[in-house]
């Protein structure tokens, strides 16, 4: 009972300690913030990293909404060229601070495309210049 209670209360902070050093990438069309954080390289073409966006105006998401950041943790195909969230958790958060959603999937093909934002080809361009 206890460890289910405190495992989103760890996972947050776990969140807050992987990404503290988040370093701003660029900006979309419409304004919204792209930051980036913890990029790992893997092989073939492989990399990690968590992904934040800082909406300029709270936005709607296929996730629901409004929200004003979205976090996820990211694995980009260098290579291909793609994006995939992993089956992480995404934070997304009202102005207070407040988490209002947190769930893990397995993967969301939208992810960085117009529906959320249209931030994937800024976070991917950052990421997979990283050596």
């Known amino acids: ?18 990404a503290a050093d988040w370093r701003t990438v660029g900006a979309t069309a ?9 990029v790992s390289v893997q092989k073939n073409g492989l990399r990690t990293a968590w992904v934040r966006v800082e ?15 979205l976090r996820a943790r990211v694995r980009f195909n260098c290579t291909s060229g793609s994006a995939v969230s ?7 958060r009202d102005r207070g601070g407040k988490l209002v959603v947190s769930k893990k999937t397995r993967r969301d093909d939208q992810f960085g495309q ?5 931030f994937g080809g800024i ?9």
């Open 1 to 18: 009972m206890v460890a289910v209670v405190l495992a989103p209360v760890l996972l947050v902070g776990l969140v807050a300690l992987a």
């Open 30 to 38: 419409g304004g919204d913030q792209v930051l980036v954080s913890s």
């Open 55 to 69: 909406y300029k105006e709270p936005t709607k998401l296929p996730q629901g909404g409004p929200f004003v950041e």
């Open 86 to 92: 992993n089956s992480e958790w995404f934070y997304s």
């Open 114 to 118: 117009v529906a959320e934002g249209d």
């Open 123 to 131: 976070a991917r361009e950052f990421v997979c210049k990283q050596k």
